[in-house]
């Protein structure tokens, strides 16, 4: 499957992207609601985030992104904001492993020339992500076996269900 | 070929000869949830139409983050916690009871050789205590309270020895703090911590928790320590369990090792906005500070009040500034209060609130103003982590705190000691 969508990106603040900037502490302890959280989301590091993110673009980022806390809602937010996927130099590790869970692919591939509102295609079984406006394609690392097994089923929740426990 | 103690400890609990690189399926021995991250695991529990958790003695959720409830929304994801522990016959410390990451080897659910999972980042503390802990999402957290299991991939291991006698006025926060200034947040993703070294044997079991606790800030999957003649007597004195210690091979294999004398270091500050932003106190002391907060799984235990409460004696929190306390559990609390520690510390102008993570998260008991300069002995200084994007978050030990507060600016300890 080919994921199309605009890049959106954090110039100021590319790398050690944490989780209290994807989704702020004070909201993600009393709201529930994952549309509601979703309307918040980056908002610490870019209040009009999520008013200019258009369904199916892509979080673009530098090194270490989603650092922090464990918080599901991170993810979450980002999914519900109907980000496509996550396109990061790399991840940290609670962060990357909930995004699977959560089904949101968390692709790590170097981002360095990818700027603002460039056109991107990910075509993950092929292993590239093509950026349309620079006319370049990137190689993405290999997604691990099992975040492959985890995406394809739709997530954990639905993993579990469907084997009624792990098959990793 | 020899095995780290996480490889060790993953091969206990998988039934398999796991080596770093290899994904296995292991038991657990215990699990952990708190009040930001298990409404979402109670509502992916629901969605694997799940009726009932494997063990429920193997599960403990804690309110901590956002207690005593400070509004509506905190308080329906309260009443959902406590009727899923109370269907499920889970054990429940409610508000007051302390930090999850306190109050989890306090009660005694954790034993060294232990593996256990927690939907909170922090969970890596009780590798001070020997233990496997590493911190998880809700859904896994979900997962594993069906199961009893999880699937881990069994991680490198960089091992730190702190060699030397740490000198009078540094503590393990400085340890840590300037391990993580030079590694950086990511210095270990997907790594395990193996920390080690006479300066760890010197320090006693709580100081070992500070160092362990921030782990994760440095991107590791935990931060385990040996189980030595104090973590053995620690944990006869708080728990009825069984301990299994794991040792590493003399032959294990490292990704690499880091040897830190222990004896050159000075008092260490982490600058906003983030962790790894580390320098000795000198750079920065005079830095206006309106408030100060000594608390959290980092740093919210006897012997760090006690050290503060020795600085603060007899003087007074500084005319503009505030210090905000917060023991990071109920038998801590009582503790001070028997040691005097307790009434020191308020007499000097602190103010004590709820055992529990405190202002650290940004949900209540002082969220900082525009502007307003913190210096704070938790573990995270992200912008906008204490509830406000427009503050700046300083992160040191109870003593650089303590010293702090006196001044109303960021001060060098050693001076007071």
Known sequence: ?168 | MGKTIAEKILSNHSGKDAHAGDIVIADLDFMIGQDGTSGVAIDSFRKMSAKKVADPSKIAIIIDHSSPSPNQGVSAIHKKIREFAAEQKIKLYDIGCGVCHQITPEQGHCVPGDLVIGADSHTCTYGAINVFSTGIGSTDLAAGMISGKLWFKVPETLKVVYKGKLPKGIYSKDLILNLIGKIGADGATYMALEIDGDAINEMSVDARFTISNMAIECGAKCGIMKADKKVMDWVAKHSKRKPGPIEADKDAKYKQVIEIDAAKLEPQIAKPHTVDNTCGVSEVVGTPIQQGFIGTCTNGRLEDFQIAANILKGKKVADGCRLIIAPASKDIMLDMIKDGAYQTLVEAGAVAVTPGCGPCVGTHNGVPSDGENVISTANRNFKGRMGNPNSFIYLASPATVAASVIEGKIADPRKYL
């Open chain 1, 1 to 168: 499957m080919i994921q199309k969508g605009k890049a959106r990106t954090f110039p100021n603040h590319p790398n050690d992207i944490n989780t209290d900037y994807i989704i702020s502490g004070r909201y993600k302890f009393k709201i529930q609601d994952p549309n509601e959280l979703a309307t918040h989301v980056m908002e610490d590091l870019d209040p009009n985030f999520f008013k200019r993110v258009e369904k199916g673009d892509f979080i673009v980022a530098g090194n270490n992104f989603g650092c922090g806390s464990s918080r599901e809602q991170a993810p979450m937010a980002i999914k519900y904001a109907n980000i496509s996927a996550v396109i990061a130099n790399s991840f940290a590790r609670i962060f990357y492993r909930n995004c699977f869970n959560l089904g949101l692919p968390a692709i790590e591939a170097d981002t360095s020339g990818i700027e603002e509102g460039d056109e991107l295609e990910l075509d993950m079984d092929a292993g590239i992500l093509k950026n349309k406006t620079k006319n370049k394609e990137i190689k993405i690392a290999p997604v691990p076996k099992t975040m492959q097994t985890l995406l394809a089923d739709g997530g954990l929740v639905e993993h579990f269900k469907k084997h009624d426990g792990f098959k990793v």
